[in-house]
C-alpha cells in the first residue's frame, strides 16, 4: 500500500520555520542580516512586548523588486545563491532562502519596499504563508517589514516561549551582536518606544563598543591583533583584571558573522592560563577574516555556528592576538610607574595610551619574533600574577572529575586508592566517639574514629551539608542585609533570567533587584557567602537556568551545588578545632558520605591496613 507522500509546501515551511525562527530573537536576526545583505547603511528595530505582537525592521538598503517580492517568500528562493559553485564563496549573511518563507508561515507580515530610483514601491501582506494582498505603494527607498502575532499559528510553540522580559533582553542581545559585527552600519534599537541602542555607523570598533555598552566594558579592554597568510584577527580583548564571572561578554565574528565556537573560546582563554583563577573569563570583541575556502558557513540552519577548514589556524590566530595583547600589559605593568595606567589602554584605540606613556600592545607576529614560537610555556611560566590575584586559592570542586562511585554508604573505588577502602561512615545512631587528631594541609581533617584512622575533605563535608540543608522544603536562608547593594554586570539574558527567578533566589538568601538593563544590584546575600563571591555565584546560577521555564529539580540540584560550594568552609583556610569537631560530628553520624559533585567526603585507614603496611601481620 503506499504510504509516502511528498509534504504539503505549507508543512514543509512550518517544519523548516521550527528551526530557523525558535524566538522573536531569531526573526530580527533574520531580518537584520536580510537588511545588512540588502546593502543598508542605517536599520532601525523596533519591538513591542517580548516580540511576540510586534517587531519593526526598517532599512535604507536596495530594497525588493515589484515583480520579486512574492518569490522573497517561497522557500529556497533567494538573490543570494545561483548555483552549487557559489556555496564555495558565501560574501552574504544570508544564502539559504528560507528566512522569509518561514517567518510569513508562523506570523502576520507587512512589507513595503521601494527600489531606489523607483517611481513607486509595492506593498505586500501575508499571513501564516498566505499572500492576503499585493498593492502599488508610496513608500521610501529601502524595506521595512512588520511580523505581528508571531506564531499565532503554532500554539505550541508559543507555549515555549519564556516571558516577555526574557524574550525582549534575547533580541536585545541579537541586536547587539548585529550591531557589533557591523561597525559600519549604523543601527538603532527601539524597545517599547524606548531608544536602547543607537551604533554612529562610522566603522569605528571602538565608537561602536562604546555606543552598545557605555564606558565600564571598553575601560578594561586592550587591541589586540595578529595575521598570517591565511587568517587575521582584530579587535579588543580585555585585560586581567577585568575578567569576568562568565562569557556573556566574549563576541567573535567571523567575516561579519556572529559566531558561537568552542574553538575561539577555548583559544581565547588559552591566552589567559595562569593568569586568571578558574571561574573567571577574558572578554572579547574579536574580528576574524578568513578566506572564504577556509570557513563553512553552511552547517547550521540559524548560520550562528562555521567549520573551520583547519582549527588549528584559527586557534593559532585568536590564542596569539590575545597573548600579544596581554602580554603587552604584562611589559607595561612592568615598567610603568603607575600600573593602573597600563588597564587604560583599549578603547578608544591604542593611540591614548600609547601617549599616556609607553603603553604597546605586542602584536602575534612581533611577540613570535621576541619570544620564538617554542618558548611560550616559559613566557607564560615567568608572568607573575595579576595585582591582587596573586593570593588567590582555588578551591573549587573539579565538578568534571567524576569517580566511580556507587550511592549511599557503599564501597568506591578512586583512582590509585587499590590499598584503601573509601567509604563513609555507618550512622550508629548515638553520638559518635570519635578523636581529632588534627588537620592536615589545611584542608583534612584527621580522625580517629572505631578503630581506624579517618581523612575528611573538610570543604566537601561542609559543601555536603550545605546542599542537603539547601534542598530540604523547609529551608529558611540566614540572609544577610548588604548595607552597600553589589551591583552585578551580567548581561542581558542573564539579567533577566535572575529577575524572572527573584523568588526563587529570594528563598535562596539573594535579594536582587533590576539595575538597569544589563545588572543587577544585590540587596541581601546568604549570610555564609563572601561578597567577592556573589558575582560568581549568581554567574553559575544563570548557567543553570539557561534553559527557561520553571527550574527543574536538576537544575535546582545544580543551583544548591553552586551556593553550597561557594558557602563551604575552604580548603586552605586552617580551621579551629571547634569547626573541626563539629564537621567530623556530623560527618561522623552519617550527614554526608558524598560532596554533592560526586566525589568522597571520607577516607578511611583501617587498624588492619596500618599494620600491614608496617608488617604486623
Ligand atoms: P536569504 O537571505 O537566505 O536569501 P531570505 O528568505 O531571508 O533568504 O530572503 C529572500 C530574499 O528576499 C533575499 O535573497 C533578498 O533578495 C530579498 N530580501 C529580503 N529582505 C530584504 C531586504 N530587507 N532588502 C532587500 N531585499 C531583501
Ligand atoms: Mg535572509
Not at 552519617?590 to 608496617?614: M, N, Y
Amino acid at each position: 500500500m503506499k504510504k509516502i507522500f511528498e509534504l504539503d509546501p505549507h508543512v514543509a515551511d512550518l517544519i523548516a520555520a521550527g528551526e530557523v525562527v525558535e524566538r522573536p530573537a531569531s526573526v530580527v536576526k533574520e531580518l537584520l542580516e536580510n537588511s545588512i545583505d540588502a546593502g543598508a547603511g542605517v536599520i532601525t528595530v523596533e519591538l513591542q512586548a517580548g516580540g511576540l505582537t510586534f517587531i519593526r525592521v526598517t532599512d535604507n538598503g536596495c530594497g525588493i523588486a515589484p515583480e520579486d517580492v512574492k518569490i522573497a517568500f517561497l522557500r529556497h528562493a533567494t538573490s543570494k545563491l545561483r548555483g552549487a559553485e557559489g556555496l564555495e564563496a558565501i560574501g552574504t549573511l544570508g544564502f539559504r532562502g528560507e528566512a522569509l518563507a518561514a517567518i510569513a508561515s508562523v506570523s502576520r507580515i507587512e512589507l513595503l519596499t521601494r527600489e531606489p530610483g523607483s517611481q513607486e514601491g509595492v506593498s505586500l501582506s501575508i499571513e501564516a504563508g498566505i499572500v492576503s494582498g499585493v498593492s502599488p505603494a508610496g513608500c521610501p527607498e529601502g524595506t521595512t517589514i512588520i511580523v505581528r502575532d508571531l506564531f499565532f499559528n503554532t500554539p505550541a510553540r508559543l507555549k515555549f516561549m519564556k516571558s516577555d522580559r526574557a524574550e525582549s533582553s534575547a533580541v536585545a542581545s541579537t541586536v547587539l551582536r548585529c550591531a557589533l559585527s557591523r561597525p559600519d552600519v549604523s543601527i538603532r534599537f527601539i524597545r517599547d518606544g524606548k531608544m536602547e541602542y543607537h551604533t554612529p555607523g562610522d566603522s569605528r570598533v571602538d565608537s561602536c563598543i562604546y555606543s552598545l555598552f557605555g564606558r565600564e566594558f571598553p575601560a578594561g579592554l586592550v587591541p589586540a591583533e595578529s595575521s598570517d597568510e591565511a587568517i587575521s584577527v582584530s579587535g579588543f580583548v580585555s585585560t586581567p583584571s577585568a575578567a569576568r564571572g562568565n562569557r556573556s561578554y566574549q563576541f567573535f565574528f567571523v567575516n561579519g558573522r556572529p559566531i558561537q565556537s568552542r574553538t575561539l573560546q577555548a583559544a581565547l582563554e588559552q591566552a589567559y592560563a595562569n593568569t586568571l583563577p578558574s571561574g573567571r573569563y577574558p572578554s572579547c570583541v574579536l574580528y576574524i577574516t578568513a578566506g572564504f575556502s577556509s570557513v563553512d558557513v553552511n552547517v547550521h540552519p540559524a548560520k550562528t555556528e562555521v567549520k573551520f577548514v583547519s582549527d588549528k589556524q584559527v586557534f593559532d590566530g585568536v590564542y596569539y592576538a590575545a597573548l600579544g595583547a596581554i602580554t603587552g600589559i604584562r611589559e607595561q605593568a612592568e615598567v610603568s610607574t603607575n600600573p593602573a595606567s597600563a588597564a587604560v589602554g583599549g578603547v578608544p584605540g591604542a593611540s591614548r595610551a600609547t601617549r599616556g606613556g609607553g603603553f604597546r600592545s605586542m602584536y602575534a607576529d612581533e611577540f613570535r619574533a621576541t619570544y620564538g614560537a617554542g618558548s611560550f610555556r616559559e613566557a607564560r611560566v615567568e608572568r607573575k600574577a595579576e595585582r591582587g590575584l596573586g593570593d588567590y586559592t582555588e578551591v573549587r570542586d573539579a565538578a568534571g572529575v567524576q569517580l566511580a562511585i556507587h550511592d549511599g554508604a557503599g564501597i568506591a573505588d578512586a583512582p590509585g586508592n587499590s590499598q584503601h577502602i573509601i567509604h563513609s561512615p555507618r550512622s550508629s545512631g548515638g553520638f559518635p566517639e570519635f578523636r581529632v587528631i588534627g588537620e592536615a594541609m589545611n584542608a583534612y581533617i584527621v580522625v580517629e574514629y572505631h578503630g581506624s584512622v579517618w581523612f575528611i575533605d573538610k570543604h566537601a563535608a561542609h559543601e555536603r551539608i550545605h546542599f542537603d540543608a539547601l534542598r530540604r522544603s523547609d529551608f529558611v536562608p540566614m540572609s544577610q542585609a548588604l548595607i552597600t547593594p553589589v551591583v552585578c554586570r551580567q548581561g542581558q539574558e542573564d539579567v533577566s533570567t535572575l529577575l524572572d527567578n527573584a523568588e526563587l533566589l529570594e528563598s535562596l538568601g539573594f535579594t536582587v533587584e533590576s539595575f538597569g538593563d544589563d545588572a543587577v544590584a544585590v540587596r541581601s546575600i546568604p549570610a555564609e557567602i563572601r561578597i567577592a563571591d556573589v558575582e560568581p555565584a549568581l554567574s553559575e546560577i544563570c548557567a543553570a537556568l539557561k534553559h527557561g521555564g520553571t527550574p527543574t529539580p536538576a537544575q535546582r540540584d545544580e543551583i544548591f551545588r553552586a551556593i553550597a560550594c561557594k558557602a563551604a568552609i575552604k580548603a586552605g583556610k586552617s580551621s579551629d578545632t571547634r569547626e573541626l569537631e563539629t564537621l567530623a560530628s556530623r560527618v561522623l553520624s552519617g550527614e554526608a558520605a558524598q560532596c554533592p559533585h560526586g566525589r568522597p567526603v571520607t577516607f578511611e585507614i583501617t587498624k588492619a591496613a596500618l599494620d600491614r603496611s608496617f608488617k604486623r601481620t
